[in-house]
């Protein structure tokens, strides 16, 4: 994404300093690559203590999305066809967006397809891999999150 592009999840609180946020004062902390229909795909993860989470879709090399993502960071728990996944609020809510269109999924069908499959009856737990895709993510390490004390 343009390092300069201004409000880029969607129109946000302004930061301390009365500025509208920028992609710098966000910390990238996931990125998946990978391909479908032949064309390369881009998922990008982004959060900030004061903002928020937002993701950034590219598809066959063009910007396709950018959009809020919930208050902590995403946890991408599904890859389905051609959407992504990912949980908010320690999974008690999913959202997705279609990766060809950076369109955002609508809510009904983002909460029958997204959860993942319970491992006890009617118990949800943080899944160990990621649906539909196996290895294929680089995840930034923890310590590279920031904290609430910066």
Not at 9 to 26: A, I, K, M, T
Not at 55 to 84: I, N, Q
Request: charged share 15%.
């Amino acid at each position: 994404m343009p390092a300069d592009l201004l409000d880029p999840f969607s129109p946000s609180p302004r930061l301390p300093n009365g500025l509208s946020p920028r992609v710098g004062d966000y910390r990238l902390i996931g990125c998946w690559q990978g391909r479908l229909e032949g064309a390369p795909f881009v998922f990008e993860e982004y959060f900030s203590t004061q903002i928020g989470a937002g993701v950034a879709v590219a598809y066959d090399g063009k910007l396709v999305g950018h959009l809020m993502a919930g208050t902590g960071p995403p946890a991408v728990v599904r890859f389905t066809g051609e959407w992504v996944c990912w949980g908010q609020q320690a999974g008690a809510y999913y959202d997705a967006v279609n990766l060809q269109t950076g369109q955002r999924v609508p809510d009904r069908e983002a909460q029958r397809v997204c959860p993942p499959a319970p491992r006890a009856p009617g118990l949800y737990y943080p899944p160990k891999h990621v649906l539909g895709l196996g290895n294929a993510k680089y995840r930034f390490p923890a310590e590279s999150l920031p904290t609430a004390s910066k």
